[in-house]
């Protein structure tokens, strides 16, 4: 959950620009962003980010049974964006918002934003309103092209914050050994019992859930996988850039193609006028 993320990363973003959701979401899955390629300062867009997956998928639960995917998602901005505020939404912007609960990262990157545990069957597409901020008034912020990140996650994780593997997770024979022993308790889970090559047992517990690809009697290897891989889901996290675009520049260019042309019209001008003194000359 994004919540797993906010406790225990400060920034979600490490050094390599990997989004720390994959910390816990092992299985990678695409996503896709849609975001405008400039903005203007101090204004609204929208930032969109599709988590596509199949609509009959379902998972794992933590009590064992199938069920159905939740989405979530993060969106890295620039310093100085952040989310709109609903005073500067547009009625059908409003509407989205109110259905759709977004949180900033943390109170140290109010430019961070995030969203789920949301439904998947609803929420495939997760959009984000963000305020652009204005260089003029905003003294750190300026006229540049500018980069964001953003992630999106369907299904559970594989890891909990405390390190022990989730259901939907793959577990693996910590030794080289044979199974002497594979034992069903009473909660569900599962114990095997494996006889190391130094005839010492380890005992390797797996929690309800899961479904074993190994018997009784079977020689294992150390990190050879024990159970069937349930996990459907998927984290995924791509970078765009967009442009705050600065309004003088864009009236400097309006004008600058007006003058252009408007010299071009006149040099016309001035040659249909010289041409027809050449034509009076040549009469003579
Ligand atoms: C569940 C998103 C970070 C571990 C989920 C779910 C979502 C999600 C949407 C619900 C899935 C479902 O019910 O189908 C995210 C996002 C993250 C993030 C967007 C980053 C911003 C993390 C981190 C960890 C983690 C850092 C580990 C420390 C888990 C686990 C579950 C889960 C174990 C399953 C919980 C359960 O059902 O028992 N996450 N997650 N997530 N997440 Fe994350």
Redesign the pocket.
């Known amino acids: ?2 919540i ?2 906010q406790q ?1 990363y400060e920034n ?1 973003r490490e050094a390599t620009g990997r989004i ?2 994959a ?3 092992l299985a990678q899955k695409p996503i896709e962003l849609n975001i405008p390629k400039s903005v203007l300062p101090n204004s609204v867009f929208e930032a969109v980010v599709k988590i596509p997956y199949s609509d009959n998928a379902q ?1 794992i639960l ?1 009590n064992a049974n199938k069920g159905p ?6 969106l890295i901005l620039p310093e100085g964006f952040s989310l709109a505020p609903i005073s500067r939404l547009s009625e059908e912007q409003k509407a989205r918002a109110k259905i759709t609960p977004i949180q900033v990262y943390n109170n140290q990157h109010k430019n961070i934003l ?1 969203a ?2 949301l439904p998947g069957d609803k929420y495939k597409e997760i959009s984000f309103p963000i305020l652009s901020p204005d260089p003029q008034s905003n003294k750190q912020t300026y006229f540049l092209k500018y980069p964001i990140y953003a ?1 999106g ?5 594989q ?3 405390n390190g022990e593997k ?1 259901n939907n997770a793959l577990y693996t024979s910590p030794v080289d050994g044979k199974i002497l022993q594979i034992n069903k308790e009473e909660n569900n889970s599962t114990k095997i019992v494996i006889e190391t090559n130094s005839n010492n047992t380890v005992t390797e517990k797996l929690p309800s859930g899961i479904e074993l690809i190994v018997k009784e009697g079977q020689i294992v290897k150390t990190d050879q996988v024990l159970n069937k891989d349930l996990n459907v ?1 998927g984290f995924g996290q791509i970078e765009s850039e967009f442009v705050l675009q600065d309004p003088g520049r864009i009236k400097g260019m309006i004008l600058f193609f007006f003058s252009i042309t408007l010299t071009q019209i006149l040099l016309i001008l001035k040659k249909k006028q010289f041409e027809k003194v050449q034509a009076k000359q040549l009469n003579i």
């Open positions: 959950y994004p797993y993320a225990a979600p720390v959701c910390n816990c979401h998972q933590a995917l939740n989405v979530g998602a993060i995030v789920g545990p992630g996650n369907r299904g559970r994780g890891l909990y914050p989730s889901g």
